[in-house]
């Protein structure tokens, strides 16, 4: 059965903290791999990952694809209260009937304490 | 330019009782999607349309109806709503269908309640 898993499911650092964030993967027809920010609302786009071992930044969010071990990281460094969010790991995977679909992970939840 | 938006934003309803979650997106795209999000369980594909015309059922479609009104809605139909679809719905769009290098655009949730 396909799943993707990501842990820890929450946490709680103090600013200024370097977070790691895991996404571990088993899916069939594997295409990319895609992390979003949630924040009480509508889940935003971080980053979208194809190939094993760039890794993306985007200001102090970077994150890294290991398509071997079948997982990727996002890492959160000097960790501001604005980043206090559910972190979702979602992989895109082909289907049989040529449909690709998004199999999303549970989240991760991270607050950041002043 | 908006993005995605849905209707409403809180809705709490009786078991059996019908409603439409209402969804646009100004963006222009192909495709459009409902999801749902439930606790420790991510989010669930209900349905989707690749494009203005077809739809197509996702992961958990039962108890569900959708109609792609144009290119810019996509509607959710619950017929008779039961306690199990509590939830948090999400619309999304994107460009293209069934492409792994295109991002979904998520509209901000309905909260439904079904007592």
């Known amino acids: 059965e396909d799943k993707v898993v990501q842990s820890p499911l929450s946490l709680v650092v103090h600013e200024g903290d370097t977070v790691t964030l895991n996404c571990s993967y088993e899916?069939?027809?594997?295409?990319?791999l895609l992390w979003y920010k949630q924040e009480k609302k509508a889940p935003t786009f971080l980053f979208m990952l194809?190939?094993?071992?760039i890794e993306k930044k985007s200001g102090r969010l970077s994150s890294i694809l290991d398509k071997k071990e079948l997982f990727s990281i996002l890492n959160i460094t000097a960790t501001q209260t604005g980043d206090s969010a559910v972190y979702l790991c979602?992989?895109?995977?082909?289907?049989?009937?040529?449909?690709?679909?998004?199999?999303f992970g549970a989240g991760t939840q991270v607050v950041v304490t002043p | 330019n908006a993005g995605v938006t849905q209707t409403p934003k809180f809705q709490v309803l009786k078991t059996g009782q019908s409603m439409t979650l209402q969804c646009a997106q100004d963006?222009?795209?192909?495709?459009m999607y409902w999801y749902r999000q439930d606790p420790g369980m991510g989010l669930r594909l209900i349905y989707y349309?690749?494009?203005?015309?077809?739809?197509d059922k996702g992961e958990v479609p039962n108890g569900y109806n959708v109609s792609r009104l144009n290119k810019r809605e996509f509607s959710l139909r619950l017929e008779s709503a039961a306690p199990s679809q509590t939830s948090v719905y999400f619309c999304?769009?994107?460009?293209?269908?069934?492409?792994?290098?295109?991002?979904?655009?998520f509209g901000p949730g309905t909260r439904l309640t079904v007592l």
């Open positions: 999304a769009s994107s460009q293209r269908p069934h492409s792994s290098t295109d991002t979904q655009y």
């Open positions: 963006m222009n795209h192909n495709s």
């Open positions: 899916v069939t027809n594997f295409r990319s």
């Open positions: 349309s690749a494009s203005e015309g077809t739809t």
């Open positions: 979602a992989v895109f995977r082909a289907t049989t009937d040529s449909w690709g679909k998004l199999q």
């Open positions: 194809t190939s094993s071992g």
